[in-house]
């Protein structure tokens, strides 16, 4: 259950083939920018997650992905199994359908510097990391712009982030998250929809009586 938490609390020039690397020296601001500027959108998104040093095959998962500026998001798995990842901005709920338990955070433990503050609209890219050279080629085959960016902040999960931004909007297509060990995820938006009427209540969860409470301090 923790692994769907940590892909967003990870939560992007040199030359390679078949990548349009980014070359703007203010591409961190043109990003933030025109991300900053989206008040809500929704869509489809796959996740494909790598172990390093292992012959296992990735593992996949899909579902759908809705965001309301400032600091509001919500996951659905619909595979390989359902769970829910939703926040109101201050409190982050984790349900998993099949278990009926609910882990509860508050979210200002996990946005600290992360790439998912600036998923919520809450951080900023130019603040929270720094742009370097792209040290492995993680994003394969894709036709937007892309550049990697290593934390300012040392944290003991992630290494350094990727990000695939389409390159005549900089909307984001594709995240990708290293983390220390040399494991990684890949996230790809599809069929995103923006600026989109959603109400704050889609960011809600009610906890039921019938539920178990697993109330969450160090992820």
Do not use: C
């Not at 998912?116 to 742009?131: A, P, T, W, Y």
């Not at 290494?159 to 297509?173: G, S």
């Not at 060990?181 to 929809?193: D, K, L, P, T, V």
């Amino acid at each position: 259950m923790k692994k769907y938490l940590l892909i967003l609390s990870f939560f992007i020039i040199s030359v390679f083939s078949g990548q349009n690397l980014a070359g703007e020296d203010n591409l961190l601001q043109l990003i933030q920018t025109q991300y900053h500027s989206i008040l809500s959108f929704s869509g489809h998104f796959r996740q494909t997650s790598f172990r390093a040093n292992s012959e296992s095959a990735p593992r996949k998962a899909e579902g759908e992905v809705s965001y309301k500026r400032p600091g509001k998001m919500r996951w659905l798995y619909d595979a390989p199994e359902e769970q829910l990842l939703v926040t109101n901005g201050e409190t982050l709920w984790l349900y998993d359908t099949l278990l009926e338990n609910v882990t509860i955070q508050k979210l200002e433990k996990l946005t600290d510097g992360t790439a998912l503050s600036f998923l919520l609209g809450l951080g900023d890219l130019n603040e929270d990391f720094k742009r370097r050279k792209i040290s492995k080629s993680l994003l394969k085959n894709q036709q937007g712009l892309i550049v990697e960016l290593e934390p300012i902040k040392e944290t003991a999960n992630l290494a350094f982030i990727q990000l695939e931004v389409d390159p005549e909007t900089y909307n984001l297509r594709t995240i990708a998250l290293m983390d220390q060990q040399g494991n990684y995820r890949i996230i790809a938006f599809e069929s995103m929809s923006y600026n989109l009427e959603l109400e704050d209540k889609f960011f809600e969860f009610e906890v039921s009586a019938e539920m178990e409470v697993i109330e969450a301090v160090n992820l």
